[in-house]
């Protein structure tokens, strides 16, 4: 069977259409919004609200829970986690950009600048993280080249260059 909304709404239908002109975050305005709805009577089901806001009843239901609980101050406030931790501290991002600004460094790989990271600061880091980092905010790319034979002919490379036809 239907589960029928019983609440009492302390606040004024005028006070419930200010607030919810000044909700920012959709959360808070669909909470506004709910509230609202109930005052107005245009709803007497939590299903029928739930479909009108486009939610599961059961978050209607929490909803309304919590506003019992907090009133309208509690029910507008959205408790988030907020973003995700930075992996790397703000003092290796300072040391890599300058190392990885600095000509004369002798770090040719991302696992070498792990290995670097490691020993100045005891931070492990992820490689694809470390990458990602370097690739996105200082625009690295550290290749390393092929090894080259210890006794190649230099005068034989360039007469190469010079017969070879030209790939195009």
């Not at 019983?6 to 959709?26: F, G, H, P, R, V």
């Not at 599961?56 to 907090?70: A, F, H, P, S, V």
């Not at 190392?99 to 490691?118: A, D, F, G, K, R």
């Not at 005891?122 to 390393?144: A, D, E, F, M, P």
Request: proline share 2%; charged share 30%.
């Amino acid at each position: 069977m239907a589960k029928q909304i019983d609440i009492e709404i302390k606040e004024s239908e005028s006070e419930l259409k200010s607030l919810l002109n000044n909700q920012s975050q959709l959360l808070q305005y669909q909470r506004a919004k709910a509230l609202l709805l109930i005052k107005q009577g245009k709803v007497t089901y939590t299903y029928e609200l739930a479909k009108k806001l486009k939610r599961e009843r059961k978050t209607i239901y929490n909803w309304l829970k919590l506003y019992k609980q907090d009133g309208i101050t509690g029910y507008l406030k959205v408790k988030s986690r907020g973003s995700r931790r930075e992996e790397i501290p703000q003092d290796v991002k300072q040391a890599l950009a300058e190392q990885l600004s600095n000509p004369s460094t002798t770090i040719t790989s991302y696992v070498e600048l792990l290995e670097w990271i490691e020993c100045n600061f005891g931070i492990l880091l992820n490689y694809k993280t470390l990458y990602s980092h370097c690739r996105t905010h200082h625009k690295s790319v550290l290749k390393v080249a092929r090894k080259s034979h210890h006794r190649k002919d230099e005068q034989a490379v360039e007469a190469f260059k010079k017969t070879a036809p030209s790939v195009q």
